[in-house]
């Protein structure tokens, strides 16, 4: 998984209650990405960040929020959880490949069911 | 319409029959190709890429590319059980390669 934590791993919380997802790299990587994974709707990005404290918004950003004060950590925040937003969540990096690809690298994954 | 079309499946087959995974996109400015394999409740990882037109070969696997049909393929020899996964296509820009365009995935199923 590309050196790369999610934590938690699962949780189940309930309607309008405040979560925190947070990536964690060792690699001292710029780029990191949220994405959810949904079926029928493949990958799609909530926010990415190229440095500490420069973020941007991805194609389904409304409802989440990010933070990145140290380059080892990227932090996704639903601020008032919905049932809508019950996903797998997967955090990625931008790095090069063996081959000489610059690209994207997974985390395992959080597995969030907002009740 | 989306810019990166791919049947969500699933797609079931046989072991040992030839698999034919495919994506259209509408963007001509797309140059890089990838095609990720994800496990159930795994994270997807880079199984291989083309750059530009063209097939590139990796063991029992093929990705092949068609810039003026707009159309990208990944072929899988010999099937296994194993190859059992979903697997997902992408595509970049050559000047913004830090952000990808993906596909909904293919779900494969592999039958011994």
């Known amino acids: 998984d590309a050196g790369i934590t999610q934590s938690p791993r699962h949780k189940v919380t309930e309607t309008g209650t405040p979560v925190t997802l947070r990536c964690h790299q060792t690699e001292n990587h710029r780029y990191m990405y949220w994405y959810r994974q949904d079926p029928g709707h493949g990958l799609r990005l909530i926010h990415y960040?190229?440095?500490?404290?420069?973020?941007d918004k991805g194609e389904v950003s409304d409802g989440y929020s990010v933070s990145r004060s140290k380059t080892e950590d990227f932090l996704l925040t639903l601020e008032s959880a919905t049932s809508s937003q019950t996903s797998v969540y997967f955090c990625?990096?931008?790095?090069?490949?063996?081959?000489?690809?610059?690209?994207?690298?997974f985390g395992p994954g959080t597995r969030l069911t907002v009740l | 319409q989306k810019e990166v079309e791919q049947d969500p499946g699933p797609l079931s087959v046989p072991e040992g029959a030839i698999v034919s995974l495919n994506c259209t996109y509408s963007?001509?400015?797309?140059?890089?190709f990838m095609w990720y394999r994800q496990y159930s409740r795994k994270g997807p990882e880079l199984l291989m890429y083309?750059?530009s037109s063209g097939n590139k070969e990796d063991g029992r696997f093929t990705a092949q590319v068609d810039k003026s049909s707009k159309y990208i393929s990944l072929f899988i020899r010999d099937s296994q059980p194993s190859d059992s996964a979903t697997y997902l296509c992408?595509?970049?820009?050559?000047?913004?390669?830090?952000?990808?365009?993906w596909g909904a995935g293919t779900k494969l199923i592999i039958k011994p």
């Open positions: 083309t750059y």
């Open positions: 960040s190229y440095g500490v404290k420069d973020t």
């Open positions: 963007n001509s400015a797309f140059q890089y």
């Open positions: 992408a595509m970049t820009p050559m000047d913004s390669n830090y952000q990808l365009i």
């Open positions: 990625a990096i931008f790095d090069r490949e063996r081959g000489g690809l610059d690209t994207q690298y």
